[in-house]
């Protein structure tokens, strides 16, 4: 799995002009599936992701973590993360199959909300329009690729 996460104030997705999901402060999570993750990498990344502590304390170093700051998650799928990109045509052939990615996609989102976050999203594989305003920027790359 790979996902690139951004510390927000507040991020949205519509599809088709018509808001589907909405947060306030959190993390915008851009999921990628590849075909040779398993429901233990969705798990394991949200753990890494819920934990991570990238808000400021009161001393202005990032040291608190999402939960400290009532903060929610929109995930959006993302299968270009798994892009070709040797020529100028990106293939993305090295992204997991619907049947394969949308169990995962929830699994991730189910187990972020079982930490007790609320969870917002997309639609997976819609066309959709995300908004986000960055807050820092902060944006982190994660994988669960060895």
């Known amino acids: 799995m790979r996902a690139v996460v951004t510390r927000v104030r507040e991020a949205s997705v519509e599809i088709g002009h018509v808001l589907h999901g909405k947060i306030g402060k959190g993390y915008l999570v851009l999921l990628g599936i590849g075909p040779e993750d398993e429901e233990q990498d969705a798990v394991h990344l949200a753990d890494k992701i819920c934990n991570l502590r990238v808000f400021e304390d009161e ?38 199959k619907p049947a394969q990615a949308i169990p995962l996609y929830e699994r991730f989102m189910e187990a972020c909300r079982a930490k007790g976050f609320p969870v917002e999203h997309g639609e997976f594989g819609a066309d959709m329009q995300v908004f986000s305003v960055n807050d820092g920027p902060v944006t982190l790359l994660f994988t669960t690729e060895n």
């Open 59 to 96: 001393q202005g170093k990032m040291n608190r973590d999402l939960a400290s700051v009532g903060g929610a998650l929109l995930v959006v799928s993302q299968f270009t993360l798994y892009a070709d990109l040797k020529s100028r045509r990106p293939g993305f052939s090295h992204a997991a």
